[in-house]
């Protein structure tokens, strides 16, 4: 799920930025494309931690898996 949560970011921000380049790139397009980058990383990194956190060890060694959560 997290594959495809990245990848809807990714065409996401991939549209928006092309949407703002239509009549030439100004200020205000810059400072959005770079909000949606910071937005995008984040969200990105939010599900990375999150993956991370589901494959810590145990003490003994042994992998612990934390449930899901229902999204």
């Known amino acids: 799920m997290d594959d495809v949560k990245r990848t809807y970011r990714d065409i996401k921000t991939k549209v928006r930025k092309s949407a703002r380049g ?5 200020l205000k397009d810059r400072v959005g494309n770079a909000g949606d980058e910071a937005r995008k990383g984040l ?6 931690v999150r993956t ?20």
């Not at 969200?43 to 990375?48: A, R, V």
């Not at 991370?52 to 999204?71: I, K, L, N, W």
């Open 22 to 26: 239509v009549d030439g790139t100004d």
């Open 43 to 48: 969200g990105n990194l939010g599900d990375d």
């Open 52 to 71: 991370a956190g589901r494959e810590r060890e145990h003490p003994t060694g042994d992998q612990v898996t934390t449930p899901r959560r229902s999204t």
